[in-house]
């Protein structure tokens, strides 16, 4: 590590903590360079927590497309293959529930728990259309267009008449970027995951579903937003749901989340 040659693509991994295995699954144009990230949260501290930049995105790398919801799975089952893990617990947020959801419907013997956190089932319960988003917005632009959306607290008018609140996350925003991201190369792989994304759709195989699992998502969050949670809860067999103070970023913004989290798995 970092680098893990698959039979499919090279890979770039970074583990840390001790314990049982937690496969982390990460979400749209994830890239682990942007700090802090889930290796610096308490999960790191309980398990042992393996990620990984998906196909395309960050130190990964970028094969041409396109991209389906099927190849980040395999994935996943590839590169637990090549660290010689049998089962883990699967956290997968946004994107990374999506994947997440298609490695338990597609591989159940490798999945022990599941958590899915502010993630869809995709069809007509799918997340924000990423893929209808200007492909030459600015990273600023597009932070700005989805201000409301991360949470549905700050509309357009909580934006103008919070400026400095919008300045100072616009700010933070901006210094997680990586120069890369800028180039066509990074730009491809990001398009080919948000159409793959735009493809995901499993609602009418929620019920095979095996696996222990625990739906988690932000009580003001309009990307993946109650309504899509509340079909998973209904349609996965063994499952349960909670919802926390914040929006799409809620695993920063309630600190009661990792630790739910870390009770689920551990017990």
Same mark, same amino acid.
């Given at each position: 590590?970092?680098?893990?040659?698959?039979? /499919?693509? =090279?890979?770039?991994?970074?583990?840390?903590?001790?314990?049982?295995?937690?496969?982390?699954?990460?979400?749209?144009?994830?890239?682990?360079?942007?700090?802090?990230?889930?290796?610096?949260?308490?999960?790191?501290?309980?398990? +042992?927590?393996?990620?990984?930049?998906?196909?395309?995105?960050?130190?990964?790398?970028?094969? $041409?497309?396109?991209?389906?919801?099927?190849?980040?799975? #395999?994935?996943?089952?590839?590169?637990?293959?090549?660290?010689? #893990? *049998?089962?883990?617990?699967?956290?997968?947020?946004?994107?990374?529930?999506?994947?997440?959801?298609?490695? @338990? !419907? %597609?591989?159940?013997?490798?999945?022990?728990?599941?958590?899915?956190?502010?993630?869809?089932?995709?069809?007509?319960?799918?997340?924000?259309?990423?893929?209808? $988003?200007? *492909?030459?917005?600015?990273?600023? =632009? +597009? @932070?700005?267009?989805?201000?409301?959306?991360?949470?549905? +607290?700050?509309?357009? +008018?909580?934006?103008? *008449?919070?400026?400095?609140?919008?300045?100072?996350?616009?700010?933070?925003?901006?210094?997680?970027?990586?120069?890369?991201?800028?180039?066509?190369?990074?730009?491809?792989?990001? /398009? =080919? %995951?948000?159409?793959? /994304?735009?493809?995901? &759709?499993?609602?009418?195989?929620?019920? /095979?579903?095996?696996?222990?699992?625990? #739906?988690?998502?932000?009580?003001? &969050?309009?990307?993946?937003?109650?309504?899509?949670?509340?079909?998973?809860?209904?349609? #996965?067999?063994?499952?349960?749901? %909670?919802?926390?103070?914040?929006?799409? !970023?809620?695993?920063?913004?309630? %600190?009661? @989340?990792?630790? &739910?989290?870390?009770?689920?798995?551990?017990?």
């Amino acid at each position: 590590m970092p680098l893990i040659k698959t039979p /499919r693509l =090279e890979m770039f991994v970074e583990e840390r903590g001790v314990g049982s295995p937690v496969l982390f699954v990460s979400g749209t144009g994830a890239d682990l360079r942007v700090k802090p990230n889930v290796l610096d949260s308490p999960l790191a501290k309980s398990f +042992r927590v393996i990620a990984y930049d998906q196909r395309g995105l960050g130190q990964t790398q970028k094969p $041409l497309g396109p991209y389906e919801m099927e190849d980040y799975s #395999i994935d996943a089952i590839a590169l637990l293959d090549k660290l010689g #893990i *049998d089962n883990v617990y699967l956290v997968g947020v946004s994107f990374g529930g999506m994947v997440a959801l298609h490695v @338990a !419907l %597609q591989y159940p013997e490798r999945v022990t728990k599941i958590v899915l956190c502010c993630t869809s089932p995709g069809g007509v319960f799918a997340s924000f259309p990423f893929h209808d $988003l200007p *492909d030459d917005q600015t990273a600023t =632009e +597009r @932070a700005m267009q989805l201000m409301e959306f991360n949470d549905l +607290r700050h509309t357009r +008018r909580w934006q103008r *008449d919070n400026a400095t609140s919008v300045d100072a996350m616009i700010k933070v925003m901006n210094s997680r970027l990586i120069k890369d991201h800028a180039t066509l190369e990074f730009k491809r792989g990001y /398009r =080919e %995951q948000i159409q793959a /994304r735009s493809r995901h &759709d499993v609602v009418a195989n929620l019920d /095979r579903i095996k696996s222990e699992t625990f #739906i988690c998502a932000g009580l003001y &969050d309009g990307i993946a937003p109650e309504e899509n949670q509340r079909v998973m809860l209904e349609k #996965i067999p063994n499952s349960r749901c %909670q919802f926390y103070s914040g929006g799409h !970023l809620f695993l920063f913004e309630d %600190q009661k @989340a990792w630790g &739910d989290i870390i009770e689920f798995l551990a017990n």
